[in-house]
């Protein structure tokens, strides 16, 4: 494995672990009804999420055959849209923002997992966020390029199962770690600027 696939791994690692509206929705699932009902929910929002990654795996390869020139073009356009996310992630008040996003959770016990795959489904920005950092790290001549974008996606997707399977079983444990970790905010933005930069970088320099 070269360095690419370890800074990938950081990365992942790094944003699997920023709190937002699916990790609370799993940890309020957890506190609320339970161990059992907190894995259903980060099964339902992991599934969503596996749902993206197939789609743009395999729709971003039939650009790639046909359009050799849009994986550069999807890399510009990713990394102004990591810069983009990184301005609107960034942390705006000292405030908890978890309290907030809490009341608006819905905590009814049944349906647990198909609410959590609609939280992902009907968030287009996931695959969107997909489009812009997947092939950050993916070779200019990477072949086949689809089998290198599915298996990051899935890379991905298993750091997310296994980060909000431990925030379904850690429950109240978690919830305090978050809370009192508020630096962490600033982290997923700064690491997007990070990307943005290295990527733009390398083709310009």
């Known amino acids: 494995m070269d360095g690419v696939f370890y800074y990938f791994l950081l990365t992942v690692i790094i944003i699997n672990l920023a709190p937002g509206p699916a990790m609370l929705y799993v ?6 009804f339970g161990i059992g ?4 929910a980060a099964a339902g929002v992991e599934a969503g999420v596996f749902f993206y990654v197939i789609c743009v795996s395999f729709g971003l ?15 510009i356009v990713g990394a102004v849209y990591l810069i983009w996310l990184a301005v609107t992630a960034w942390p705006k008040k000292s405030n908890k923002a978890m309290t ?17 795959l609609l939280i992902n489904l009907t968030n287009p920005k996931i ?3 997909f489009v812009s950092l997947l092939p950050q790290f ?8 689809w ?8 890379v991905f997707n298993l750091g997310g199962i296994i980060v909000n399977s431990a925030v379904g079983m850690l429950g109240l444990k978690m919830k305090s770690l978050l809370n009192r970790a508020g630096w962490f905010d600033y982290v997923p933005p700064v690491l997007f600027v990070i990307i943005a930069a290295i990527t733009i970088g390398k083709m310009f320099l």
């Open 27 to 32: 940890l309020n699932q957890s506190v609320k």
């Open 37 to 40: 009902k907190g894995l259903k």
């Open 61 to 75: 390869v039939v650009f790639f055959s046909h359009f050799p020139l849009v994986f550069q073009a999807i890399k």
């Open 100 to 116: 907030t996003e809490e009341a608006k959770i819905d905590l009814d016990a049944r349906h647990v997992f198909s609410k959590g």
């Open 127 to 129: 695959g969107l966020f």
């Open 138 to 145: 993916i070779p200019a001549h990477a072949s086949p390029a």
């Open 147 to 154: 089998l290198y974008l599915l298996a990051y996606g899935l």
